[in-house]
C-alpha cells in the first residue's frame, strides 16, 4: 500500500469543459470544499466560445490549458493529465464539466487507494464515483459493472472497503493512480468522444486492480437520462470505428476479453438497430466505422494535438536555468572536473544552479573531487547523494525534482561542452520547444583526437517521424523543460535506454522538439566504444525497450517486428561489422544530415 504517514496523498483535479460555463462554475465550486484538499485543479478549455475564458482568467488558483479546437474527451484529457503530472500527485482525478462532486467525493476515493488490501502491496489503479443523475437515479451510462471473472480475494478485499471490483470506467470521475499512469501513458486523443474512457481504464486496469467506489458519490447534470443506446447518431460512426480499433489495435485487454466485450457489443449494436427509426443512416455509419477502424488506426497524440495547444509557450530571454549532472562509483574525477568547468565556470551563459547527484557510495578520490567542485563553482551547487547506486534513470529523476528551474540542461560526467552551448540552446527554447539537442564530436583519447561527428535531424516533423526508430536526438546534449519531462512520466528505469524512451514520449504526448546541427558537446568514446554498443545485455536493454514502445503504443505490430530485427541484430553482429554500419549510419567526420 501506499506511503501515507509522512504526507496527504496529493490529488490533482483534471477537468475538461466545452461550453458549460454555468455547469463548470458548479463543479469548481464543488471541487473547492473537498474534504480532502486537492493539490491543484487543472482546467482544460476545448475552445470554448460561451464566456468560459473569463471565467477562467478570473481564478488565479487554477491551472488552465486552453486549446484552438475542441479536441474531445480523450485529447482534453490526454493535455490535461500531462499538465496534472508537472504538480507531481500521488492521483489524478479525472472529470467532465458537468460532474458535481459531494464534499467527501475525492476523500472516500482516497481513502479506498490507502487501505486497500493486495498481496503485492499494489493500491488501486483506477477507483471510480457513484455517478447519479439530478433525481437521485443512479446514471446507466457510468455505472460500472462487477469485473467478469474478478478473483474471491478481489471481491472480498474490495467489499471490506464497501466497494467493487471493476475492468473499465468512465471519465465522468475517476481517479488515477499517478505512477501507473506515467507508465502507461496517455488517452489517445483520435478517439474524440466514443469509448475513449473505455480503452483507457482497460489499459491501465490490465494486471493490476480497478474499483468502484459508491460511498464517492457525485451528480452528473446531463441534460437527459439515457443509456449507450441513446442518440446514435453521427456517433455511432465513432462508436464503430474506435470499437474497432480498441479491439484490433489497443492492448487495454486480453484476447479472451475482447470476445466477451465484443459480443456485447455487438448486442448492444443490435438494440441499437432494432430501436433506430433511421436504419438507413446507422448502416451507412456502419460501413463508414468498419471502413475507417480497419483501414488505419488512430493518429498519434503529437499529430491530433499539436495544432490545438495554444498555451503561451514563449519564456522571456534570459531565463534561468538548471545542470544536472549524475556520478557514480566509477566515473574519473578528473573526467568530471573537465565536464564541469566546461558546463559551468567556462560557458558564455552559466546555468543559475547546478544539481549534481551522486548515485550511490564514491570512491574517497571522486568524494573530494565533489566537495571540491562545490566550493569552487562560480554558482550555486547542490548535490544529491543516493545512498545506493539506482543507476541512471533514478538518479536523474532525483536530480529533476533538486532542480528549482523550469529549464534545465543535461550533462555526462565524462563529456565537454564548448562554451557557447547554452547561449545557442536556450532561445531555443524560451521560443517555445520543450526539448533542444544538438550536433556533437566523438572523440578519443583527448577533444583534438576526433573519430567522428554525429549531425541530428533538425526539422520537427522529421524528428517526429523518425523517433520510434531510432534517437533523433544527442542524449547528452539536450536541454529540456522539466514540466515537459514531467508530463512524460519522467526517466524510467530502464538501464542504457532510459534517455531514448524518455524523449519518446514527450514528443509523443506533443511536446516540441528541436536540434541545431552544430556540434555543441565533445562526446567521450575511449576503447570498447563498439563493444559497449552490443552485447547481451545491450540486447536485453533494447528488447526491453521495444516492448515498452509497443505496450505505450508508441509502435505498431510492423513497427515492433522491424526494431526489433534491425536493431536487435545490430547489438549481435560482430564488433568489426557495428564499427562499420555505425560510422556510415550516425557518425561522420563531415556533417550531413544523418541522426
Known sequence: MPETSERSTR??????????????????????????PL?????????SDDGTEELLSSRADLDVVRLATNTGGAGGFAVGIARALTHEPDLVWLLDDDTIPTPDAARELVRVWEEYDDPAGRPPVVLASKVVWTDGRDHPMNTPRQKPGASRHEIDSAARLDAIPIRSASFVSIMCDADVVRERGLPIADYFLWNDDFEYSTRLIRDRVGVYVPTSVVLHKTRTFGSTDADPGERFFFEVRNKVWLFTRSRGLRPGEKAVYGASTLRRWARTFARSKDRRTLRSALRRGLGAGLRSGPRPNEVVLAPSVVDAHQLPPGQPFALLISTYARDSPQFLRQAFHSTVHDQTRRPAQVVLVQDGPVPDTLAEEIARLKQESPVHVDVVEMPVNLGLGPALDAGLRASEHEIVARMDADDVSVPERFEKQLPLIEAGADIVGSGLWEFGSSIEDV???????????????????????????????????????????????EDYLLFTRMVAGGAVPANLAEPLVHYRVGDGAYARRGGRQLLRSELALQRR???????????????????????????SVRKVAYRRLLANRSGGTHG
Do not use: C, K
Open 11 to 36: 490529488v490533482v483535479a483534471v477537468v475538461v469543459t466545452w461550453n458549460r460555463r454555468e455547469l463548470l462554475g458548479e463543479a469548481l465550486t464543488a471541487l473547492g470544499v473537498q474534504t480532502h
Open 451 to 497: 573519430v567522428g561527428r554525429r549531425t541530428p535531424p533538425t526539422d520537427p516533423d522529421e524528428i517526429r517521424r523518425v523517433i520510434r526508430f531510432r534517437d533523433p536526438f544527442n542524449h547528452p546534449t539536450v536541454v529540456y523543460r522539466r514540466s515537459a519531462v514531467q508530463a512524460a512520466g519522467g526517466y524510467a528505469d530502464m538501464a542504457l535506454m
Open 39 to 47: 493539490e491543484q485543479v487543472v482546467v482544460v478549455d476545448n475552445a
Open 549 to 575: 514502445f509497443r505496450e505505450l503504443g508508441l509502435t505498431t505490430r510492423s513497427q515492433y517486428a522491424r526494431n526489433v530485427a534491425v536493431r536487435g541484430g545490430y547489438r549481435l553482429v560482430p564488433e
